[in-house]
């Protein structure tokens, strides 16, 4: 596609169930993220895919949190047992990797937690 | 790791006036990229301007220039003509030359700007 992509737009769900949200990258584009943004702050980053390379996973606040993505392709995020602290927008970003470094990003998932 | 400032979390200007929005980053790289991004109510993350660390001219995109200071490890965006349009959310980023992780791409915690009528 021409932009990445993020779907749901919104997700509301409640206490203690799992969600999973997804992203798809612009084509080509070897490097991914997840970032939170939490109402009214900046973005906080969760996880880092760059093509094969095992994932940059420090930013997981807790196991609950889990991401995979296959190969350069589609990613999805995942929060079990979803806690009303979760709730905020998730952002997914891709960028080529190589010199020009722009990211690019989604318009986010708005997910609320009741 | 690197970290990026922005001490001004709110700006209110006057439609048609200059506005800037300070920045200011540690990191010990040579060679990296700094943004300034525009996030509106729709959530939409939008590139305004880029930086390649290692020109020393200061780049421009219409009504947006920036200050770089390259010694001084600061980045301020300025807009000119200020526009209704303009009221969002801008974060300054810093990003590692192709490399990522959790210290790859890094954002200040924003600054709210209003323009008013």
């Known amino acids: 596609g021409a932009g990445v992509s993020q779907s749901p737009s919104n997700k509301v769900t409640e206490k203690g169930k799992d969600v999973e949200l997804r992203c798809d990258p612009i084509s080509g584009h070897t490097a991914l993220y997840w970032y939170r943004q939490r109402l009214g702050q900046g973005l906080e980053f969760l996880i880092y895919f760059q093509g094969n390379s095992a994932p940059d996973k420090s930013g997981l606040p807790s196991d609950r949190f889990s991401a995979e993505r296959t190969g350069e392709s589609v990613s999805t995020l995942t929060i079990q047992r979803t806690q009303q602290e979760d709730s905020a927008v998730y952002l997914c970003?891709?960028?080529?990797?190589?010199?020009?470094?722009?990211?690019?990003f989604g318009q986010g998932t708005r997910l609320t937690v009741v | 790791a690197q970290t990026v400032t922005q001490s001004q979390p709110e700006m209110s200007v006057q439609e048609a006036e200059t506005v800037t929005l300070s920045c200011t980053y540690d990191?010990?790289?040579?060679?990296?990229?700094l943004f300034w991004y525009k996030q509106p109510p729709s959530r939409q993350m939008i590139l305004v301007i880029r930086q390649e660390a290692y020109k020393q001219q200061n780049a421009t995109e219409n009504r947006f220039s920036v200050n770089f200071q390259k010694a001084a490890k600061s980045f301020s965006l300025k807009i000119s003509d200020s526009q209704l349009g303009d009221t969002a959310m801008y974060f300054c980023?810093?990003?590692?030359?192709?490399?990522?992780?959790?210290?790859?791409?890094?954002f200040g915690k924003g600054t709210h700007l209003i323009i008013q009528p």
């Open positions: 980023a810093f990003m590692k030359h192709w490399r990522g992780g959790a210290d790859g791409l890094t």
């Open positions: 970003a891709s960028s080529t990797g190589q010199e020009h470094t722009e990211a690019f």
């Open positions: 990191t010990s790289e040579n060679n990296y990229y």
